[in-house]
């Protein structure tokens, strides 16, 4: 064994011939584990004041197990080795309990802020967040229950954006086209219209009624928002006076004025939105 009276053992050999180190220890050039370099750059991954690694590294440079640097809160790191017969490793950060924080962090040298970025579950939360404290706070989120992404600052995209689902802002749908618009001619005098137009997010079938002037516009999915959906409809030389709505129809009664006298009519030309 090696050591002073001051620290204590710094170097020891076994009987068996292996080599412990009992203090932090600095190489200047490589060291070699087997077949495997660590180089010494890995003495970034740990404080100065403590060892590069503790814990389950075999004689040929292998992490068995998981070993880090000893110590714990902010200044703490770990490495796990793969799962028998997996070919994976990890870096890992674990919390023992679940109100304290846990994640990564980055900095530079000179940085007025001591950690400019970090990903991290945040206290008694499994939400995996994006914080910088350069940017003033969160920047983006997702949900450890549902996996949902929360952005909390202006997204840039240099590319296309598709959308499967709904897209809403504040809350109300805003797609690029109304739900349903098209255009048809009233003067068929076949129950089922073939519409001249049909143009929005869903597919509109026109029903003539047997009352004259009066039609059913449907659709196969109900509206987001249910019958409070606005609609609005043109007719030259006419004028539909009124709507009825439910979720997946709604229904149109086009009418002439001729002074006093209120007349059903069945126009040449039907535009209509639902937006």
Not at 35 to 48: P, V
Not at 51 to 71: A, E, M, V, Y
């Amino acid at each position: 064994a090696i050591g002073s009276s001051t620290i204590g053992r710094c170097l020891s050999i076994s009987s068996t011939g292996v080599l412990n180190v009992h203090q932090p220890a600095i190489f200047n050039s490589s060291l070699t584990l087997g077949n495997n370099n660590l180089q010494t750059q890995l003495s970034l991954l740990a404080s100065k004041d403590s060892p590069i690694f503790t814990g389950n590294i075999t004689s040929g440079g292998i992490i068995t197990g998981r070993s880090s640097n000893g110590n714990g809160g902010w200044n703490s790191f770990q490495l796990q080795a793969a799962p028998a017969g997996n070919s994976a490793a990890y870096v890992r950060s674990i919390r023992a309990v679940a109100d304290t924080e846990v994640g990564y962090l980055w900095g530079q040298a000179g940085d007025s802020f001591d950690n400019r970025w970090a990903c991290l579950m945040q206290f008694g939360s499994t939400d995996l967040r994006w914080y910088s404290a350069a940017e003033g706070g969160n920047v983006m989120q997702l949900s450890g229950v549902n996996g949902n992404l929360s952005v909390f600052k202006p997204a840039s995209f240099s590319s296309n954006v598709s959308v499967s689902g709904t897209l809403s802002i504040g809350g109300q749908p805003a797609a690029t086209k109304p739900w349903v618009a098209g255009r048809f001619s009233g003067t068929t005098v076949v129950s089922a219209v073939t519409p001249l137009a049909n143009i929005g997010q869903q597919s509109v079938t026109i029903t003539r009624t047997s009352t004259v002037g009066q039609y059913d516009l449907s659709w196969t999915t109900p509206h987001p928002l249910g019958t409070n959906y606005v609609m609005t409809v043109a007719i030259p030389g006419a004028s539909p006076i009124w709507f009825t709505f439910s979720t997946t129809k709604a229904t149109i009664s086009c009418y002439t004025f001729q002074g006093q006298q209120i007349d059903p009519v069945s126009p040449t030309d039907v535009n209509f939105v639902v937006y």
